[in-house]
């Protein structure tokens, strides 16, 4: 059925592409030759390693470790610290450092026992995420004291639970108030692995989880793999039960640090590129391989620059620091950037072995009506969506541009390469909120995600060098883009939108078919043209004034689009 009714659409000749033979790739193919054979991954991999072995949270020792060894790399390549540089330099960079709020956090060491048994229920040896964030330290010696079983928060009414441990199989912040700031609890132990982490599978798996900063109360959390809850579910059936939980952490003042790297734009310099990548979080993938692949990505670039075998006419610039809040503040202050950002693109967890982890990598969308209705081979990742509105649109060639290069690298090297709709979460969500195209790339489903299994044998260089290579391809085509890149992505717009539309109203027929309404299946193909039009009518931001000739190309394009959808939609009737 599907079928026959895509070869019953008549495809109307789109003049852009009917006219001109040429498109992206005669752009793309110098910049994958360039860069290919610069991109080992050796750097990438190297400092993945270095720094994953840390637990790391702005201001603790493993974030500042990897922070000063991203200086270090960035001068041997040539980046000259921004306070002793010249006007002439053009590869600059800065560690911004700001005072914490808050004290920062670092885990020591820690073990769970049942009182009575040798053998350790955990260990922070084995298990690193085994200690919630921002737990405090228990007693010299650590404290024995009796589970209390609570199923359900209704238990609170009636259990009294002060000066005893809570076991729970729920989140934690649901338990924090009435446990301990209310109830009165020594600390809590948890278990609640989702499904996705296949848990009776990876059975010593533990996925990080916090509790609140409080000054003034002594509180901590453990949480357990599958196979320590179950070890402890079965020891509680036999009876009551004591566990001794000593924990060591450290808690101090501290500050923030971010690691911005620009490489100055020769024509148009107030115009930019930013890459993000956060160094927070303990695992390997996440996100210690985004850390690592930029840090190849801008050296590579400054090898480049600096041999005169690649110009930037715009900046580009590379930015790692805490997630989402450090790109945000980058966002918002426009008086430490002497550039405007024109596109955003985040790299989180952009290194993984999928043979072990699972899932593919992924290319997460700007919001585009597959975020409305997701159907077809569109599909949310595990992590998950919510359902957007039109409004929520955020219309920009950036998605098929990104999307264009990157399927042909991974043609190229025979490795899959998908997208997913919207879902938010990572540095791409600060530049969408200040309306600048942004989008994401990543991987999902990760059976080890978040969970201190996370570690570099999960890590696949191939896959870094991959990421990287389709990064810098897009950045150099951005900031080097002129109004023939414009024109040749006018030609690439126009064929995206022609297969959309033709896939959107094969689906919205077969819709009919099972008892859809016309009506609605219409106001889909509407809104993912008018999606397009929006999208091709941003192809001018591409050029530094107006352009006559360009804006009547991109006028002649929307046009043919618009009569496509006229044309499909009168055949679903």
């Not at 053009?90 to 048994?117: D, F, H, Q």
Request: glycine residues 6%.
């Amino acid at each position: 059925m599907k079928f026959s009714i895509l070869t019953s659409i008549i495809l109307i000749c789109i003049l852009p592409s009917c006219s001109q033979t040429s498109d992206l790739t005669s752009v793309t193919s110098a910049y994958f030759d360039l860069v290919r054979p610069e991109f080992t991954g050796d750097v990438a991999f190297e400092t993945t390693a270095f720094v994953e072995q840390f637990w790391r949270v702005a201001g603790n020792t493993g974030f500042n470790e990897s922070v000063y060894r991203i200086a270090s790399k960035l001068e041997k390549a040539g980046y000259v610290l921004e306070e002793n540089a010249s006007p002439e330099d053009r590869l600059v960079y800065r560690i911004e450092k700001r005072p914490m709020k808050r004290p920062t956090w670092e885990p020591v060491s820690a073990s769970l026992t049942i009182a009575g048994e040798d053998e350790y229920l955990l260990n922070s040896s084995s298990n690193r995420n085994m200690v919630y964030l921002n737990s405090n330290s228990t007693p010299e010696g650590g404290v024995t004291a009796e589970i209390v079983h609570i199923k359900s928060l209704e238990d609170f009414e009636t259990t009294s639970v002060k000066g005893k441990i809570i076991f729970a199989e729920m989140r934690s912040y649901k338990l924090y108030g009435p446990a301990i700031a209310e109830g009165g609890a020594l600390g809590i132990i948890t278990y609640d692995n989702p499904s996705y982490l296949q848990p009776e599978k990876n059975t010593t798996s533990i996925q990080f989880r916090s509790i609140p900063y409080d000054e003034n109360i002594n509180a901590w959390g453990i949480a357990l793999s599958y196979a320590a809850k179950e070890k402890l579910k079965a020891a509680m059936s036999e009876g009551p039960v004591k566990v001794k939980a000593d924990i060591k952490t450290r808690i101090y003042p501290s500050e923030e640090l971010t690691v911005v790297a620009n490489v100055q734009g020769a024509e148009l310099p107030g115009e930019s590129l930013v890459f993000s990548a956060h160094i927070q979080e303990p695992g390997a993938n996440d996100n210690a391989t985004g850390v690592g692949t930029q840090l190849e990505m801008a050296m590579i670039t400054a090898n480049l620059i600096s041999n005169n075998k690649l110009e930037a006419k715009r900046t580009l610039t590379f930015l790692w620091g805490d997630e989402i809040i450090s790109t945000n503040r980058y966002i918002k202050e426009e008086e430490k950037r002497t550039s405007d950002i024109n596109w955003g693109i985040s790299l989180d967890m952009v290194g993984e072995n999928t043979a072990v982890t699972g899932g593919s990598f992924l290319i997460e969308k700007m919001p585009d009506p597959s975020a409305i209705w997701t159907r077809g081979n569109d599909k949310h990742s595990e992590w998950g969506g919510v359902q957007l509105a039109p409004e929520d649109m955020k219309p920009h060639y950036l998605n098929d541009f990104i999307i264009d290069v990157f399927e042909a690298q991974g043609e190229y090297a025979d490795w899959e390469v998908n997208t997913n709709p919207f879902e938010g979460g990572s540095d791409h969500t600060p530049f969408l909120r200040a309306n600048i195209p942004g989008l994401l790339l990543w991987h999902f489903t990760d059976q080890f995600y978040h969970t201190d299994n996370d570690r570099i044998d999960k890590v696949s260089q191939e896959t870094m060098t991959n990421v990287g290579v389709g990064a810098l391809v897009s950045a150099y085509t951005l900031i080097n883009a002129n109004e023939e890149t414009a024109r040749q992505l006018i030609v690439s717009i126009v064929k995206a939108a022609t297969d959309r539309l033709n896939t959107e109203a094969a689906l919205s027929q077969a819709a009919i078919t099972d008892g859809n309404a016309f009506d609605e299946e219409k106001v889909i193909l509407e809104t993912w043209n008018d999606w397009y039009q929006k999208t091709l009518e941003s192809i001018s931001d591409l050029t530094p004034a107006p352009n006559e000739k360009l804006e009547k190309e991109i006028a002649h394009a929307k046009n043919e689009v618009e009569e496509l959808t006229k044309t499909l939609i009168q055949k679903l009737q």
